[in-house]
């Protein structure tokens, strides 16, 4: 999270200052600035979870990223298996489903592809990327 990273660095910058208090006492500044981060930031949170899904939640979230310059990031749903035949087409089949979904969403008006191949899918958009990961069996 950035808020707290910036909270850390700043503590950190003040390093020389705080040694001279003793333990308990910086014990005390770390969590009066860790609860102020997070009331600060309690509030916009909530409002942007219940517009989630919403024009308005869009609206909300690209107005975040612009003032805060966050960037986008999709996340990344590893799918692993211990290798087994079964296992692997299950996780391939999640894999092709989660990438139909993103070239969908992608291009609307757009039906998803059957396709025969079952190798490892990585997609981007409203969806994460897709990692499949097998295991030898042991």
Do not use: N, W, Y
Request: aromatic share 0%.
């Amino acid at each position: 999270m950035r808020a707290e990273s910036i909270r850390r660095a700043e503590l950190e910058r003040q390093r020389a200052r705080l040694d001279a208090l003793g333990p308990e006492a910086r014990e005390i500044v770390d969590t009066v600035t860790r609860r102020t981060v997070a009331k600060l930031l309690h509030e916009p949170t909530v409002r942007i979870k219940d517009a989630a899904g919403s024009p308005r939640g869009e609206r909300l979230a690209e107005a975040l990223r612009r003032l805060f310059d966050c960037r986008r990031e999709v996340p990344t749903l590893r799918i692993a298996t211990r290798g087994s035949p079964l296992a692997l087409r299950q996780a391939g089949l999640v894999a092709e489903a989660l990438a139909s979904a993103a070239s969908s969403a992608a291009t609307p008006g757009s039906r998803p592809s059957s396709s025969s191949s079952r190798r490892p899918a990585t997609c981007t958009g409203t969806v994460p990327s897709v990692q499949l990961a097998a295991r030898a069996p042991s």
